[in-house]
């Protein structure tokens, strides 16, 4: 097989060239996507491309392959960019230096903690937990497990113990990385006490590797807890620098990746060793236009799908040097973006239109004395960006010369399905435009019929993609019939989004958000179940109803209707408590924004609570509620009317 570590063949580089390339790839995607996996590094090449349906679900790629991801990632890249650096890392701390990690200094870094990994009795296929701040050694972590085969579970650090313990539990993890703290922003974030929180009670966890961040205070158990340090200390002693890489099976599972579902229980999304990778370098190289040298800033955290797709695996299979930042862009001032683009010479930045929200609040003033001039590409993810957003982040932060990539994607896909590529299709403010090459959209009604027919020259509907691409969820960990109902059997043979869009006369997609009950807030998924049992925990709530409605930052805030059993006490004090209740149980990522105290909730006669009537009534539609003659108690709607906040 070839080993291109430099060069992308298969980079579009025209409108044209995309043209072709799509027509191709509908047309016979199994020879297409073959010709892209040929560029990378396998033990055994594949039997079989593509092995599918969508009723069991299905989803096999490069079926009979051996590979491992970290020789992708790393060791293909020594002889030529072995000096280059693959991780720049920048502390919450300003005034603290940074660290730079060249490929060599990753690779070897990578294989002696796969070696503390084996030592403390790790083995392929085991899970590890990995809950960690934005440090280097959180990418270390993960592409050690991937090294020797096991499967890595991050969990976000503003994650609860309560759904940490939840996650452990689903995954059946034996072993955690963690560390004592993390910094974010102008807060030391206590990891090791809420793993401590997590594990009462844990029979399953044998080992928990603890890197010393922070320097907070923590308890170090006997026989269960080491230190980071110490062991690699010990590897060092040992002599060992390179390890061989385990081989996978392309079919083998490389992580597992939690996110909310339209029910309470988190759902653990797995992703395949070969395909996730094939497809998250595939769209890396080709949407951001990268090209060698450049300096690749995704504000994202690993925690999240994007973090993995492209801070670590992406970039890095693509020998891209990757920027992470372990703090927030208002911390110490909303300048810290464009610090960090003037300091580094930044060529692409990557964040959420959340982000770009918010600092558009602090007016021009932050960008004063910060050159920007090396960027060349701009991108959001997340959510669909809004045209004052899109408008302000192309004229300020990039002078009106950057093309701004819109992406959508999800946990499930493992990378992006429609955006436009930088410089290369055209976009469009609020659109999420085309589809890359090798995904089939289409937009269904209710009953799963294709929509034919525009509305004012657009047409509306559900999305669904009708045939498979490499990196699309293999199964969710433990519970197949899960991912089923989840994605595949709402419409026959068709993958559901979840999502609506429009489609306009150019192809065109604009993503109208989630039709499910799973809110989209900071572009984070929350399900309205899992937030809903997290409230109902609270001692004096009776029932409650969570549905999304418009936030000028967040895109989509939280609004909760509560029926409390002591409607007499401080309302505002129950707030606060239900609030705690709710970082408790989920984080405070979960916290609602509005909390409305109600009676009764709008049911049928079969008890069904009515989200619809208690969604326009949360974004202020209160004339306009449809039919509740249907209600059992259809009264109870102008008490919750009166009541809006």
Known sequence: MKNCAMSYPYQINS????????????????????????????????????????????????????????????????????????????????????????????????????????????????????????????????????????????????F????????????????????????????????????????????????????????TPISMIKGRDVWWEDEM?????MGIKEMDAVEMDAEDPLFILYTSGSTGKP???????????????????????????????????????????????????????????????????AGRFWEIVDKYKVNILYTAPTAIRSLMSYGLGPFQGKDLSSLKVLGTVGEPINEEAWHWYNENVGKKKCPIIDTWWQTETGGCLITNLAGITPSKPGWATLPMPGIQPILVDEKGVEITEAEDGVFKGNLCIKFPWPSLLRTTYGDHERCR??????????????????KDENGFYRITGRVDDVLNVSGHRIGTAEVENAINMHAGVIESAVVGYPHDVKGQGIYAYVIYSNTHGDEELTRKDILQTVTRMIGPIAKPDKIQFVNGLPKTRSGKIMRRILRKIAEGEIENLGDTSTLLDPGVVEEIKNGHI
């Open 15 to 158: 409108f044209e060239e995309y043209q072709k390339v799509y027509k191709e790839s509908v047309e016979n995607p199994e020879a297409f996507w073959a010709s892209v996996a040929e560029h990378f590094v396998w033990k055994k090449k594949w039997d079989k491309v593509l092995d599918w349906n969508f009723t069991e679900p299905k989803n096999e790629w490069y079926k009979g392959g051996k590979l491992n991801i970290t020789e992708n990632c790393l060791d293909r890249h020594l002889a030529e960019r072995g000096n280059v650096p693959a991780i720049i890392w920048e502390s919450n701390d300003p005034n603290e230096k940074q660290r730079i990690l060249t490929y060599s200094m990753l690779h070897k870094r990578v294989c002696q903690f796969a070696q503390v990994l084996i030592n403390n009795g790790v083995q392929k296929g085991d899970r590890v937990c990995v809950y960690m701040g934005m440090i280097p050694e959180l990418a270390i972590a993960i592409l050690a497990c991937a090294r020797i085969g096991a499967i890595h579970s991050v969990i976000f650090g503003g």
């Open 485 to 502: 109902t989840n994605y595949f059997a709402t419409y026959e043979n068709l993958y559901f989004t979840g999502d609506g869009a429009l």
């Open 160 to 215: 609860s113990a309560q759904s940490i313990a939840d996650r452990l539990y689903d995954a059946q993890s034996e072993f955690i990385i963690t560390c004592d703290g993390a910094f974010r922003g102008g807060k030391d974030i206590p990891l090791k006490s809420v793993i401590d929180d997590a594990l009462i009670g844990n029979r399953t966890v044998k080992k928990v590797i603890v890197y010393t961040r922070t320097r």
């Open 233 to 237: 200390r010990h590897v060092e002693e």
């Open 267 to 333: 759902k653990g999304v797995v992703h395949a060793c070969a395909g996730y990778m094939v497809y998250t370098n595939y769209t890396f190289v080709n949407i951001f236009n990268y090209q060698p040298g450049q300096i690749h800033f995704c504000t994202a955290d690993i925690g999240w799908i994007t973090g993995h797709s492209y801070i670590v695996y992406g970039p890095l299979s693509a020998g891209a040097t990757s920027l992470m930042f372990e703090g927030v862009p208002t911390w110490p001032d």
